[in-house]
């Protein structure tokens, strides 16, 4: 019976690790990661305390002249969170500079934006108590209509969703001098539950009047998002993001089914 067993559940066991192998070695797909502690996460736009954000994946973005930012994010029940650390941008310019995450629900790569395709985009703001508040109403949710200017997106309300930008400081991971960041919280019931999303991430720097985007080579400027069709991809390899979790249930099913197995049917004894 322990033979039986373990031929049923082997192959199970090691589908999420060809996946994540697959596409580890894929330079435009972010791996996502499901976090105990993200929720504990102070909105306040910056890493606030060592720990923050230490439980999450990462991904270092570097553009050919230098300007470099650090992207991390996690998933945990109900939520996608993000912190775009932007360590190059030490000439913050409030209400300048800005960060967008656009996500598509399908990840089916269309030509235009369109229906399921939501960006979210957060500007800096202020490092005081009132500059947080205000900087919190900078978030927007702007959702696509077979369109890539931002002035033609519609934009949308979610009372769940938090986008925030403010100036870092010494509790920051990757530099102590101040420079912007973001951080973002955004609900699945909105964006769906998948375990394949397409993303795009870019940072506009007001200073050099410059866009830096991921995936890396991608041509963008502060006024049109380029084509869903040249995003990245968001996966979750274990599928512990989508609402169910398939490769589970199937290991599952495959416990229960040998459980049964062994108790309704007696093999004859060979004398």
């Given amino acids: 019976m322990k033979s039986i067993f373990a031929i ?23 791996l996502i ?5 993200i929720d504990n996460v102070e909105f306040d736009g910056k890493w606030s305390f060592v720990t923050e954000w230490k439980k999450s994946s990462w991904e270092q973005v ?15 029940g109900e939520y ?15 209400d300048g500079d800005k960060a967008v995450i ?3 629900s399908d990840n089916n790569k269309t030509k235009l934006i369109d229906g399921n395709d939501y960006c979210f985009v957060t500007k800096l703001s202020s490092t005081d108590l009132f500059g947080r508040l205000f900087g919190q109403q900078h978030g927007l949710i702007l959702n696509g209509i077979d369109t890539e200017l931002f002035e033609e997106l519609k934009e949308i309300k979610h009372s769940e969703f938090i986008g925030i930008g403010t100036v870092s400081d010494d509790q920051n991971r990757y530099s102590k001098t101040p420079h912007s960041s973001y951080e973002f919280k955004i609900p699945t019931d909105l964006v769906g539950r998948s375990d394949n999303y397409g993303i795009f991430v870019s940072v506009y720097d007001y200073e050099s ?16 998002i380029p084509s869903p069709s040249t995003w990245g991809n968001l996966v979750s390899p274990d599928k512990s993001l989508p609402e169910f979790d398939i490769p589970l249930l199937i290991i599952i099913s495959g416990l229960l089914a040998v459980t049964l197995f062994s108790r309704k049917i007696s093999f004859p004894k060979i004398i």
């Fill in 62 to 76: 570097k553009a050919d002249d230098g300007f470099t930012y650090h992207l991390r994010y996690a998933h945990q």
């Fill in 33 to 37: 990661t499901e976090s105990p502690d």
């Fill in 102 to 104: 656009c996500i598509d």
């Fill in 80 to 94: 996608i969170y993000f912190l775009i650390d932007v360590q190059s941008d030490t000439e913050t310019n409030f």
């Fill in 209 to 224: 009047d410059s866009v830096y985007s991921w995936p890396i080579g991608i041509q963008s400027d502060v006024e049109k």
């Fill in 8 to 30: 049923l559940i082997i192959p199970f066991l090691i589908l999420p690790i060809h996946a994540q192998e697959e596409f580890l070695s894929d330079e435009q797909t972010l």
